[in-house]
């Protein structure tokens, strides 16, 4: 959040603090619309005049302010999505812009393990063409989007039963949020599925990926070895697929009961 931050109130005051490539260096109002941060110019000269954008944790009040793909840009939007969840896939487009992630605009997309649909959401929001909204389960979808003419409803559905043939589209962009399963099983059916080069942004939960018998009170994996284990096990078996992993970080908000999570960005 913004707000904690102290505030910029002039450009110069702004300037001295950044260290931008002059040469890759865009307005802050553009970048917040570059990377699906804001739906329109003028929304995202509003936050910013509000004081509810902060640049690497710094608020900033000028929309002419130059930003380079490496900062960290965040942005108090208010938004009100159909699940907490949502704010895990926001938080990715804007981890992983500066290595190559771009919102979904124009895109076929989809959601694995949509549940409520807080990741459809998220690209519809941002202009995704069609979302397939894929989950295992019946019925979970907040009608909101469910009713949205751009989403494609396949419930009761596994991913490890899907083929090519099966989809009425071949994804350029998959995300997934999956529970009780691990990834290592989902990940083969995505490299079947998805287009060439298509974007795919996967929540890691190691609550699902190390073994009942290494978790603790509540479900929490409490060791960091095996949380980050559980991570390279992903990468590995993403790699192993024939998948280029370009980025992993950590989820912006903790997953139940306060399980760390980890976001992993990759292009087929």
């Known amino acids: 959040m913004p707000s904690p931050y102290r505030n910029f109130t002039s ?3 702004w300037q001295q603090v950044q260290h931008n490539d ?7 109002d553009l970048a917040l619309l570059d990377r699906g941060l804001s739906d329109s110019r003028s929304k995202a000269q509003r936050l910013i005049v509000q004081g509810k954008v902060s640049v690497n944790g710094v608020v900033v ?3 002419s302010a130059k930003v380079s793909d490496d900062d960290v840009i965040a942005a108090d939007r208010g938004d009100d999505y159909v699940s907490r969840g949502a704010y895990k896939l926001v938080g990715a487009f804007d981890l992983f812009f500066k290595d190559g992630l771009r919102p979904p605009k124009g895109l076929r997309c989809l959601d694995i393990g949509a549940s409520t649909g807080g990741f459809c959401d998220v690209l519809l929001r941002h202009g995704a063409a069609q979302v397939i909204a894929l989950d295992v389960g019946h019925g979970q979808l907040d009608p909101k989007i469910a009713n ?19 989809l009425p589209f071949r994804p350029e962009m998959i995300v997934s949020d999956v529970s009780f399963i691990s990834l290592t099983y989902v990940i083969p059916v995505i490299a079947r599925i998805a ?3 298509a974007q795919i942004v996967l929540l890691v939960k190691p609550q699902f990926e190390v073994g009942k018998g290494n978790l603790g009170k509540n479900g929490i994996v409490e060791s960091e070895e ?6 390279r096990n992903v990468i590995a078996c993403a790699k192993s697929n024939g998948l280029d992993v370009r980025a992993t970080g950590p989820s912006p908000i903790e997953g139940m009961h306060g ?3 980890y976001l992993l960005y990759a292009v087929k």
């Open 11 to 13: 450009t110069d005051d």
């Open 22 to 28: 002059s040469q890759h260096a865009v307005r802050l």
């Open 61 to 63: 009040s000028k929309a």
């Open 148 to 166: 949205d003419g751009r989403i494609i409803e396949m419930s009761g559905v596994n991913i490890r039963d899907v083929e090519v043939g099966d």
């Open 195 to 197: 287009a060439d080069d």
């Open 226 to 231: 095996l949380r980050e284990q559980a991570l």
């Open 259 to 261: 399980n760390v999570e």
